[in-house]
């Protein structure tokens, strides 16, 4: 059961909490987290969007050519657990 595939909601849930942590380190560009990742373009750009789902309050802040996205609020996230889980976030997700 080990080996088993992560569903899609895990994997989409796990991104989401990765992403947010991501930007609330610092890596606050969509540029900086496909860099980070090598997620594409869009599947970044859609993640950030879908934060308000799970309750986390992230906003756009400067220009569009120099600014950056930072989290306000994580909501009912603990972002704790984010931090002493990150191996077992990117293993799911299989970042490295």
């Given at each position: 059961m080990e080996n088993e595939k992560p569903s899609k909601t895990k994997t989409s849930f796990y991104r989401r909490l990765y992403l947010a942590y991501l930007i609330d380190s610092g890596v606050n560009t969509v540029p900086a987290i496909i860099n980070a990742t090598g997620m594409p373009k869009r599947t970044a750009q859609d993640t950030i969007l879908a934060f308000k789902e799970l309750g986390i309050e992230v906003e756009f802040v400067?220009?569009?050519?120099?600014?950056?996205?930072?989290?306000?609020?994580?909501?009912?996230?603990?972002?704790?657990w984010i931090e002493n889980n990150i191996q077992q976030v990117k293993d799911v997700l299989e970042y490295p």
């Open positions: 400067g220009g569009t050519k120099n600014g950056v996205y930072q989290v306000n609020d994580w909501g009912a996230i603990y972002k704790d």
